[in-house]
């Protein structure tokens, strides 16, 4: 099961933004409202769904069709529809302006990750990893560290959203509201789909993250950490347990959600792409977003909206 695909998570994004949803050839069709009437549809991380409607050029056609007709009725701006597929998949390449797509201005997620297979034994795991990572996991497994772990809103996510802030403000980012948070665990968590972890030295939190389930994969969505006490590791204690918590579900990948591309070091994410690296696994690259534009100057508007307020 894709999560983003997921009727949970759709729930999630109608409790958290988006106002109506559809579904076209069973794939999700957000609605989001936007300013003097105008609306928005959003299809999010596509993957093996989109199989049936884009291996060939009458699928394509009758899907753009349907979505075009839905935004003509609400008012849409632009379609954007976000492929969670690996760029090399050629079938997806006639996904172009003959149909009226145009690769999109902006991602809304990351067009590139980091995939560790968790598949073999937790030796063979270990053995991918890069020896800072092994070392760094054995240091924290001797620091006195406590794990918790919390699958719906509560104490537990009071002391994850003080240690998300603390990381937005040391690295100079916007960050999400505390609601955020809590609606993804109170929706995802009733299922056991998404998972918030938290290590404490003593009874300081000292660093979380949210993992969520989606198929055979765990993905690492969200982290945080305490400016102080780094040198405990507690990250890679959190992620080593949520691999096994993985494989405890028979899971068989581990997604980072999110690197840099080809190790950009000027890039935001480059300093986390180090980090995620101490793992091992290897790099995917997706398609990522494109859209179908139903209102090309209002889109271009919008586009340099977008850019100043990001």
């Known amino acids: 099961m894709n999560i983003f695909q997921s009727k949970e998570w759709e729930e999630f994004k109608l409790a958290t933004g988006y106002q109506k949803s559809y579904r076209i050839n069973d794939i999700l069709v957000l609605q989001k409202n936007l300013p003097l009437g105008r609306t928005m549809l959003y299809s999010p991380l596509v993957g093996s769904e989109a199989a049936g409607i884009m291996n060939n050029e009458l699928g394509i056609r009758e899907f753009s069709e349907q979505?075009?007709?839905?935004?003509?009725?609400?008012?849409?701006?632009?379609?954007?529809?976000?492929?969670?597929?690996?760029?090399?998949?050629?079938?997806?390449?006639?996904?172009?302006?003959?149909?009226?797509?145009?690769?999109?201005?902006e991602e809304m997620q990351p067009e590139h990750t980091l995939i560790l297979n968790i598949a073999s034994s937790e030796e063979e795991i270990?053995?991918?990893?890069?020896?800072?990572?092994?070392y760094n996991i054995k240091i924290a497994q001797r620091s006195g560290l406590t794990l918790k772990t919390a699958l719906s809103s509560g104490p537990e996510l009071d002391d994850f959203y003080k240690l998300y802030q603390l990381t937005g403000k040391r690295h100079g980012i916007t960050f999400r509201g505390k609601n955020y948070f809590a609606t993804l665990l109170d929706i995802l968590g009733k299922s056991d789909l998404a998972k918030l972890y938290l290590a404490y030295h003593e009874d300081t939190p000292v660093a979380g993250s949210i993992v969520v389930d989606s198929g055979d994969t765990a993905i690492y969505m969200f982290g945080a950490s305490n400016n102080e006490f780094r040198n405990l590791m507690a990250p890679y204690l959190l992620h080593w347990q949520a691999i096994l918590d993985a494989k405890a579900k028979n899971q068989i990948k581990y997604d980072f959600f999110g690197i840099a591309p080809d190790d950009n070091p000027g890039h935001p994410w480059a300093g986390v792409t180090r980090f995620?690296?101490?793992?091992?696994?290897?790099?995917?690259?997706?398609?990522?977003s494109f859209d179908l534009i139903f209102k090309p100057l209002e889109y271009q508007i919008f586009k340099i909206a977008e850019k100043i307020r990001r």
């Open 67 to 105: 979505v075009s007709n839905l935004g003509k009725s609400n008012n849409s701006i632009f379609y954007r529809l976000e492929l969670n597929v690996p760029i090399q998949d050629s079938k997806f390449k006639i996904l172009n302006s003959a149909f009226g797509f145009a690769k999109s201005f």
């Open 276 to 288: 995620k690296k101490q793992f091992g696994g290897h790099q995917v690259d997706i398609l990522g």
């Open 126 to 134: 270990l053995s991918q990893m890069k020896e800072k990572g092994r």
